[in-house]
């Protein structure tokens, strides 16, 4: 399938198992299928635009024990590889509406990826999960029924933003870490939106423009919850809450639409 933007660019994508994917995954497909964590290996796994950055960072401030420094040695795709490296999963999740505003303004500045079209157009590819990585539907869903069986720590963006030091230290605990107060105040400091956006290891000003066009949008956009209110409208909204009924009924999990 080849989608091209208004900007001219072809992007091409293939269907994978009904999964919609950019090329360079797909020819990955076979490696990232026969890949087996070892034990102490820990893989973050987010729907896109769902926080996986600041989950990233987050990781690496307690990984290191709060020393800024040292998380400055590189930029957050280099620490955190995409799937090359992995202990068990931590999926972190965030409420769709506002994941579908995010990915929307992303796909607007990111020249990997198909131009998302008006949107009202964006709307409908988003509830039907036509979009790259497939469906938040299927990705939450997926990962909530599977947080019992295997050693899996379940976050929610919105936790997070409400009370990040306790939701830090939920992470600590998972890694098997013990920092002190002082440190976990540090860590909730320097990976808060305003330290993030302007901290160039994590606000990807070192990509290319060619690639993601910040004067566009910016990767660190809002980082707000609720920011759908402003996009939806009062049918749009209607007619998602029906679809999210149907696709997640049969989960206990609770997305507090009323966001
Ligand atoms: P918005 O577009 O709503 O602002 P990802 O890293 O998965 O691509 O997710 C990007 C989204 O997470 C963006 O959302 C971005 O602003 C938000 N984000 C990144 N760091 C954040 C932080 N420290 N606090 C709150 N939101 C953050």
Redesign the pocket.
């Known amino acids: 399938m080849a989608l091209t933007s208004e900007l001219g660019k072809q992007i091409k994508l293939k269907e994978v198992e009904g999964t919609l994917l950019q090329l360079a995954t797909v020819d990955n497909w076979n490696q990232i299928q026969s890949f087996e964590a070892k034990p102490d290996d820990l893989l973050i796994c ?1 729907y ?7 989950i ?2 987050i990781v690496d401030m307690i990984e290191q024990n709060g020393d800024v420094e040292k998380c400055q040695r590189a930029i957050i795709q280099q620490r955190h590889p995409f799937i090359e490296w992995a202990r068990p999963p931590q999926p972190s999740a ?1 409420n769709a509406k ?1 994941c579908m ?2 990915y929307y ?2 796909q607007r500045m990111n020249h990997k990826l198909p131009d998302p079209g008006t949107w009202e157009e964006y709307f409908e590819t988003f509830i039907n999960g036509k979009v790259v990585w497939g469906s938040w539907f299927d990705h939450v869903k997926g990962w909530w029924e599977m947080k019992d069986r295997y050693q899996i720590l379940f976050l929610f ?1 919105e936790d ?2 409400r009370d990040p030091k306790h939701e830090i230290q939920k992470v600590m605990k998972f890694m098997g870490k013990n920092l002190d107060e002082t440190v976990l105040d540090k860590i909730v400091q320097e ?3 305003e ?3 302007e901290n160039p290891m ?1 606000n990807r000003s070192t990509v290319s423009k060619s690639i993601m066009d910040q004067s566009i949008s910016p ?6 919850v609720g ?1 759908w209110k402003n996009h939806f409208t009062v049918a749009q909204n209607e007619r998602f809450d029906e679809v999210y009924r149907k696709k997640m009924e049969g989960t206990s999990i609770n997305f507090c639409m009323e966001l």
């Open positions: 987010t896109p635009k769902a926080g996986t950055t600041w990233q960072e965030r506002d505003v995010s303004h992303f963006y997070i933003k990976t808060s939106f330290k993030m956006k994590t990767f660190m956009r809002k980082g707000t920011d």
